[in-house]
């Protein structure tokens, strides 16, 4: 993943074919990611369930978690990304990563100390429904994640040098390195016969020490990706450039701008929690498991797509190739929808044995799993908008519009408080966790309409209509798989859980490639023509 494809053709932004397979080799890390975050929160609903230990442990990972999207998944990552991407200049490159990294550790440490201070009174307002015991043990946990906030931030440092000369791979597997460090914390709790508090103690420390482990891998990789970058002139390297204090101090205050609008999703779901905490115990805890579950499916689509259109989308936006701007960034919604929503469609439809499978053992007990099953259920419509709002967001920081998108993610927060303060009191006690959860649904696809309007404004009426027609026929398409992973989910209820899982994922994963041929998707026969007549060529070659 370290080719430098040509993403500014027209050929390449009218089919995505750059895009395309960088992102499906970026999936390819994610995958191999998420199946240890899998992994890792199974063991911690094994070790937790979902009682008020586990409520306490998720209140307190909910901020690190945030940050780290405002920080390395979002506004810091994005914004620097599309500064350095098209540049060849090493020198400006480690300059930014010099001046950057001081300033942004030693604000960072310093918001850590006063969160540390805070933390009881912060765990209290963030989860008000907490009883004073478990507000306490919360704030607890909050010191132990507290590390993992600056080593968060300057990972994303190294992420947006890497990211911006299209090394990938580090980056993708940097998690693989988070997942194994809380993965040991809970082996080592269980090995010495720790409680339910020392062992959410563990996996907050073991949250600390992964995020120092994928900073410190990064950091070795972008430098030594500048060190060989570098022009050598008589064996050395060339004058090392200089970034200004009042530039660098700039490029900090950039944050607030971009952090809003991408780490909507984060914020939509903190501010789920507190009508969460309120719904009755255990319901935060469910909102927690119902989140990680979607961050199989999310990263697959949305992160990489976005991951993936940003470098050559800032290439394109700094040359004035506004055309091939479009075309690319068009080609990025287009898969971002024919993704995600057969997604969503296929985790709906198996959303009961997933959970029953992957959580439903230890101390996680059959309520446990009714409750998380009803929240991804609630949370299944988001998918599908923050795939597309992660492409809308990669175009906006191409061409600079950090300040438009924030005040899309503002409203995501407000909309999904004051909507689930509204459903946890109307809806029945068992729905009342879920009621929050389709509080922050509903808000994203506010604020990725929102993305839509700020990006499309000037499309011409018939693009429009073109892509209204695409969407209906992509949720045909998703409801297709539905229907099929439903269908056999309900004639195989007889079958243990992991069977009933594994022949619904196979059923819907068998509907999608004729569903799609049946609307005669354009990309899609494309793209069968295109590997069509290569293999022909082979064998004529032969």
Do not use: K
Request: proline share 6%.
């Amino acid at each position: 993943m370290t080719r430098r494809p040509e993403p500014g053709t027209s050929r390449a932004g009218r089919r995505g074919g750059g895009l395309l397979s960088t992102a499906a080799a970026l999936g390819g890390c994610t995958v191999l990611s998420r199946l240890l975050g899998l992994a890792r929160d199974a063991a911690t609903a094994w070790l937790l369930g979902a009682g008020p230990v586990a409520d306490a442990l998720t209140a307190a990972m909910r901020l690190p978690h945030i940050l780290r999207r405002m920080l390395a998944e979002g506004s810091l990552s994005m914004s620097l990304t599309a500064r350095l991407a098209g540049r060849d200049d090493a020198d400006e490159a480690a300059a930014v990563l010099r001046a950057l990294a001081w300033r942004l550790g030693a604000a960072l440490l310093a918001a850590c100390v006063l969160a540390a201070v805070l933390a009881q009174p912060l765990m209290r307002l963030l989860a008000p429904g907490l009883p004073p015991a478990g507000a306490a043990l919360a704030g607890e946990l909050l010191r132990a994640c507290l590390p993992y906030v600056p080593a968060a931030g300057l990972a994303g440092l190294c992420m947006a040098v890497l990211h911006a000369r299209e090394h990938f791979l580090v980056p993708a597997l940097s998690p693989v390195l988070f997942n194994i460090c809380v993965l040991t914390a809970a082996l080592l709790a269980v090995a010495c016969g720790a409680d339910m508090r020392q062992t959410a103690l563990a996996l907050a420390l073991g949250m600390s020490g992964g995020g120092c482990a994928q900073w410190l891998l990064q950091q070795a990789a972008a430098a030594r990706l500048l060190r060989r970058s570098r022009p050598r002139r008589g064996g050395r390297s060339s004058a090392r450039a200089a970034l200004p204090s009042r530039e660098a101090w700039r490029l900090l205050a950039q944050l607030p701008s971009g952090a809003l609008a991408a780490a909507a999703p984060q914020l939509a779901m903190l501010a789920a929690m507190w009508p969460a905490s309120l719904a009755g115990e255990g319901n935060m805890a469910a909102l927690y498991y119902a989140e990680r579950l979607l961050e199989l499916p999310l990263g697959l689509v949305g992160a990489c797509l976005g991951m993936a259109a940003l470098p050559p989308l800032s290439r394109l936006a700094h040359a004035g190739r506004w055309r091939d701007f479009a075309l690319l960034r068009d080609a990025s919604l287009r898969w971002a929808v024919r993704l995600s929503l057969p997604a969503a469609a296929g985790l709906a439809a198996v959303s009961a044995p997933l959970v029953d499978c992957l959580l439903g053992h230890g101390a996680f007990d059959a309520n446990a799993v009714r409750l998380t099953a009803w929240a991804v259920l609630a949370y299944v419509p988001c998918l599908p908008a923050c795939a597309v709002s992660r492409c809308l967001l990669s175009a906006c920081h191409a061409v600079g519009r950090r300040r438009r998108a924030a005040m899309t993610g503002l409203l995501a927060p407000l909309l999904t408080l004051a909507a689930g303060l509204l459903l946890t009191r109307e809806l029945a006690v068992p729905l009342r966790g879920a009621g929050a959860a389709a509080a922050a649904s509903l808000a994203l696809w506010v604020q990725t309409g929102l993305l839509w309007r700020l990006g499309h404004r000037d499309a011409p009426r018939g693009g429009r209509w073109r892509a209204l027609r695409f969407c209906v026929l992509q949720a045909l398409v998703a409801g297709l798989v539905g229907l099929a992973a439903s269908g056999v989910c309900l004639l195989t209820a007889a079958l243990p859980a992991w069977e009933r899982l594994s022949l619904s994922i196979a059923a819907g994963l068998l509907i999608w490639p004729p569903a799609l041929l049946l609307v005669r998707d354009r990309d899609i026969c494309r793209l069968g023509r295109r590997l069509l007549r290569r293999n022909d060529d082979s064998r004529a070659s032969l």
